[in-house]
C-alpha cells in the first residue's frame, strides 16, 4: 500500500498567490483529516471528512481557507490569498474508520509563504 | 482552553533511563486515546494506543486515567533511538492532538 500521499512535498509561494494542497488517502479509508502543524501551535485539526462530506470545519482558520473532498480518493486545501503567517507544515491523515481508529499521515507539504 | 495539553519539555535523559510523559484532555466524552511519535521534520506515527486497563509494548507503557482526564506514557530503559516528539491525541468526534513532548536521549 502507497499509504497516504501528498503534493507537493514543498510549496514556495509569494503572498497574495493562490496555493492549492492535494492529498489522496490510503484506498478503502472513510475518513480524511487536514492538519496544520507550527512550533508554535502544534498540530492542529483544520477540517475533518467522514465519507467525502465535512464533518467539522471549525478548525479552519478563515475565509482564505478551503477544503474539498469531491471522491473517497482525493481532497484538496486551498488558500486563497496566502499569507506569511500561513506557513507551516501541512499534513493530510486518513483513518478506516472515524476518529476513534490509528490515523496514517502523508510526509506533509512543507508551505513557506514570503 | 487546548483540548490536549502536553508539557512540551525538552526532556533530556542519559540512555538507559526511564522517562514518564503527561497529557490532559478536557473533553470528558472523548473515547479513544492514542501516543504517537514524531521524527524530525517527519509525519507523525501511532506508537500505541492507549486502553482502559493500562496496556504495555516492550519498554513503552501506557496508562489512561479517566477520572482525572488524563493518560501516560512511560518509556523504560531509553535507547538513543527513542529520541523524538511523543504526541498524545484524543478522539470523540475528532481526533485532536497536544503539542508534543519533546524526548532527548543522551549517551
Known amino acids: 500500500d502507497a499509504g497516504v500521499i501528498q503534493s507537493p512535498r514543498h510549496e514556495v509561494t509569494e503572498m497574495g498567490q493562490e496555493v492549492t494542497l492535494r492529498c489522496k488517502p490510503i484506498s478503502g479509508h472513510n475518513s480524511l483529516f487536514w492538519y496544520r502543524q507550527t512550533m508554535m501551535r502544534g498540530l492542529e485539526l483544520l477540517i475533518y471528512f467522514n465519507n467525502n462530506v465535512p464533518i467539522d470545519d471549525s478548525g479552519m482558520p478563515e475565509d482564505r481557507f478551503s477544503a474539498k473532498m469531491p471522491n473517497a480518493s482525493f481532497s484538496t486545501l486551498k488558500i486563497q490569498p496566502s499569507e506569511p503567517r500561513d506557513s507551516a507544515v501541512y499534513f493530510c491523515?486518513?483513518?478506516?474508520?472515524?476518529?476513534?481508529?490509528?490515523?496514517?499521515f502523508g510526509q506533509g507539504t512543507r508551505l513557506t509563504v514570503v | 482552553r487546548k483540548e490536549v495539553e502536553q508539557d512540551p519539555g525538552p526532556f533530556n535523559v542519559p540512555e538507559g533511563a526511564t522517562v514518564a510523559f503527561n497529557c490532559t484532555y478536557s473533553?470528558?466524552?472523548?473515547?479513544?486515546f492514542f501516543w504517537y511519535r514524531q521524527d524530525c521534520r517527519k509525519e507523525p506515527k501511532l506508537l500505541m494506543s492507549v486502553y482502559s486497563s493500562g496496556n504495555e509494548d516492550g519498554r513503552f507503557t501506557a496508562q489512561l486515567n479517566r477520572a482525572s482526564q488524563y493518560i501516560s506514557l512511560l518509556i523504560r530503559d531509553s535507547k538513543l533511538s527513542d529520541s523524538a516528539t511523543y504526541l498524545c491525541?484524543?478522539?470523540?468526534?475528532?481526533?485532536?492532538f497536544g503539542k508534543g513532548t519533546s524526548l532527548l536521549v543522551t549517551p
Open positions: 491523515a486518513s483513518t478506516a474508520a472515524g476518529a476513534n481508529t490509528e490515523a496514517f
Open positions: 473533553n470528558s466524552a472523548s473515547q479513544s
Open positions: 491525541a484524543v478522539s470523540g468526534y475528532a481526533l485532536n
